[in-house]
C-alpha cells in the first residue's frame, strides 16, 4: 500500500515563479499528510496557454533547474515525485515529464505521444513507444493528457505489468464528458489504477481523480478548485478485479501488431 498525492494546482501562464512556489508549498503539506507518491499536472511551471515563442524561452532541458530541484526535493522528502516539465531538445519542444526515485535519482523521462489540437503549433510528438518503469513503490506507467485517449498506450503498459498508469493532464471543460469516461475505461479495460491529474482555472476542469482497477472512481477533486487529492492504493485491489474480470488472461496477443515486442513497449504506433 502506498498513498498518493494529485496536486491539481491552478497555474498562471507564464508567471513560472509564482507557479512554483504553488507547487512545492502543496507538495509539501502532501508529504506532512503521509503522501509517498507526489504527482503535478501537466504543464503546471509554464501555464498551458502559451505562444510558441513563450514556451521556447520558458522551456528547460531534462537536466535543468525544475527536474534537479524536484530530484533534491524527493532525496529531501523520501517520495517518488512525477514532475511535468515543458522540454527543449535542439530545435523542438515536447510536453515532458520526469520519475524521480525517492533517492533523487531520475528513473525516466517521457515525451508526450499525441500532441492535441493547438498544442501542434508549439509542441512536436514524442516517440511513440511505452515502458513500464520500475520504482520503489511499484510498477508504472506514464502518459500525458490526450495520450489516455487511445486504449494502445495504456494496454501496452498494462501488458508489461504497470499497476498504476499516471496521467498529467490539462483538460478542458469541453472535454469533460470525455475525462469521466476515458480514465474509468482505461482503468477497467486493463484492471489497473489510473491516476489522472488536472489544472483548475483557465478552462480547465479540475476533477483529477484516482480510479481502481474495476473503473471505481476512489476519490476525486474538485471542478474548480486547487487542491490536494490524497488516496491510498490497495495492490490487491488488481487481483480482486482480475479474478473477476479476466480481459488480459483472455487478451489475444495476435491482435497487436509486434507479437512479443509489445512485452519490452517497443510496438511503435504511428
Known amino acids: 500500500m502506498c498513498k498518493v498525492a494529485a496536486i491539481q494546482m491552478q497555474p498562471a501562464s507564464g508567471q513560472t515563479d509564482a507557479n512554483l512556489q504553488q507547487a512545492v508549498f502543496m507538495a509539501e503539506q502532501a508529504v506532512r499528510d503521509g503522501a509517498e507518491l507526489l504527482v503535478f499536472p501537466e504543464l503546471w511551471k509554464t501555464g498551458y496557454h502559451l505562444k510558441k515563442e513563450e514556451f521556447l524561452r520558458l522551456a528547460e532541458t531534462r537536466d535543468g533547474k525544475t527536474v534537479s530541484l524536484f530530484r533534491d526535493l524527493a532525496r529531501k522528502w523520501g517520495t517518488v515525485i512525477v514532475v511535468p516539465f515543458a522540454e527543449i531538445d535542439g530545435d523542438h519542444l515536447y510536453i515532458s ?30 516517440e511513440r513507444q511505452y515502458r513500464v518503469i520500475h520504482t520503489s513503490l511499484g510498477k508504472i506507467g506514464v502518459l500525458i493528457c490526450y495520450d489516455i485517449e487511445f486504449p494502445e498506450p495504456a494496454r501496452l503498459l498494462a501488458l508489461q505489468g504497470a499497476e498504476l498508469i499516471i496521467v498529467p493532464s490539462v483538460w478542458s471543460f469541453g472535454a469533460e464528458t470525455r475525462w469521466d469516461i476515458q480514465l474509468p475505461a482505461r482503468a477497467l479495460d486493463n484492471t489497473v489504477f489510473i491516476l489522472g491529474v488536472n489544472t483548475v482555472g483557465e478552462g480547465s476542469c479540475g476533477k483529477s481523480k484516482l480510479v481502481g482497477p474495476d473503473g471505481q472512481v476512489l476519490c476525486e477533486a474538485s471542478r474548480e478548485e486547487a487542491c490536494i487529492l490524497l488516496h491510498d492504493i490497495q495492490p490487491e485491489l488488481i487481483e480482486k478485479a482480475r479474478a473477476h474480470i479476466p480481459y488480459l488472461a483472455d487478451f489475444d496477443e495476435s491482435l497487436f501488431p509486434g507479437g512479443e515486442a509489445r512485452k519490452s513497449g517497443r510496438v511503435i504506433l504511428g
Do not use: C, M, P, Q
Not at 520526469?98 to 514524442?126: C, H, M, P, Q
Open 97 to 126: 515529464l520526469a520519475v524521480i526515485e525517492r533517492t533523487g535519482d531520475l528513473l525516466a523521462t517521457y515525451r508526450k505521444s499525441f500532441v492535441w489540437g493547438k498544442e501542434k503549433d508549439s509542441f512536436t510528438n514524442g
